[in-house]
């Protein structure tokens, strides 16, 4: 690794982000003397932020809301998976050149496999199509999901999401909705749903009628504080699986991490911050 001693992450909001937590707790297990900070950048400032990842002492950096998508353009290079999923997470400074890439994806898939949540052959709902649901989409659809329908407030950002992806999975069913329109027909025979909306972040809303959820299956809410949203309390009742998404959150950071510095992550000192920043913190609308 070239000498470096800082690291980022972009967003706005960021205040609360554990990922500092996270990063730092695995530089300073790795003897590695490079700090990790969270910038509140907004979106005209943010041209000018990737611009100062060029600087010889920085790492890289990490991308979170709501910058995923735009921050394509800003880069000088972008990896194939993150250009087909449009949504980038992480930048690392080679030189001087700015790589892109999306640990997102590979993290989610992570998380799912860890926690023996089957996606092979699977009825996939997805809630919300911004940056983290396009990494969702397409870490189910490599897994040899059967069938993914896609579920948005709007309905065209999620036929844009859609459109990118079905020549890549021609052996997958892709389908796309309004979230005002689910009805038991479209919900109930799923066997797993995906929240990647911000609905429950910092209320006691859900994104999805109680009513509609199936009685088999699982369902993961990529929100990892509170630890349970109204969603995941609703589907555990349903007779559901559930999962948050601290394990997505450090899966990839790990993998973020080894990209910056070309060894393993310390996964378990990234864990361990992780479930304590997660029982000290209150609710934010960070993602990571």
């Known amino acids: 690794m070239r000498t470096a001693s800082r690291a980022f992450i972009y967003g706005q909001p960021i205040g609360h982000s554990i990922s500092p937590l996270i990063h730092n707790a695995a530089f300073k ?35 979170t809301v709501p910058h995923k998508e735009a921050v394509i353009r800003l880069v000088d290079e972008v990896d194939p998976a993150a250009a087909l999923i449009g949504s980038v997470n992480t930048i690392t400074n080679r030189g ?3 790589v892109a890439s999306n640990t997102d994806a590979p993290g989610f898939a992570r998380a799912l496999k860890e926690a023996l949540i089957r996606v092979e052959q699977a009825d996939v709902l997805v809630l919300g199509a911004g940056g983290s649901a396009r990494a969702v989409v ?23 999401l859609a459109s990118g992806l079905h020549e890549h999975f021609p052996n997958s069913i892709l389908l796309t ?21 911000v609905v429950g972040l910092d209320s006691d809303e859900t994104p ?22 109204r969603l995941m309390r609703d589907a555990a009742a349903s007779g559901l699986r559930t999962l948050n998404g601290l394990g997505m ?34 609710p934010t609308r960070s993602r990571q």
């Not at 100062?52 to 990490?62: E, F, S």
């Not at 899966?251 to 479930?275: D, I, K, N, Y």
Request: one cysteine or more; a neutral charge; glycine letters at 6%.
């Open 208 to 229: 999805l009628d109680a009513r509609l959820l199936p009685r088999v299956g699982a369902l993961v809410d990529i929100i990892y504080r509170p630890a349970q949203t």
């Open 138 to 160: 397409y870490a189910v659809l490599s897994a040899g999901a059967r069938c993914v329908l896609i579920a948005n407030r709007t309905l065209e950002r999620a036929a844009q």
């Open 177 to 197: 909705g309004a979230l005002a329109d689910l009805g038991p027909a479209e919900v109930g025979a799923r066997t797993l749903i995906v929240n990647t909306t």
């Open 29 to 63: 297990e790795a003897g590695i003397p490079v700090r990790y900070e969270a910038r509140e950048v907004s979106a005209t400032e943010l041209a000018q932020a990737i611009e100062r990842l060029r600087q010889p002492d920085v790492l890289g950096a990490n991308i």
């Open 249 to 282: 959150l450090v899966h990839q950071a790990a993998l973020a991490w080894e990209t910056w510095v070309g060894r393993p992550a310390p996964l378990e000192a990234m864990w361990q911050a992780a479930r304590l920043a997660q029982a000290e913190a209150t």
């Open 96 to 98: 001087a050149c700015l």
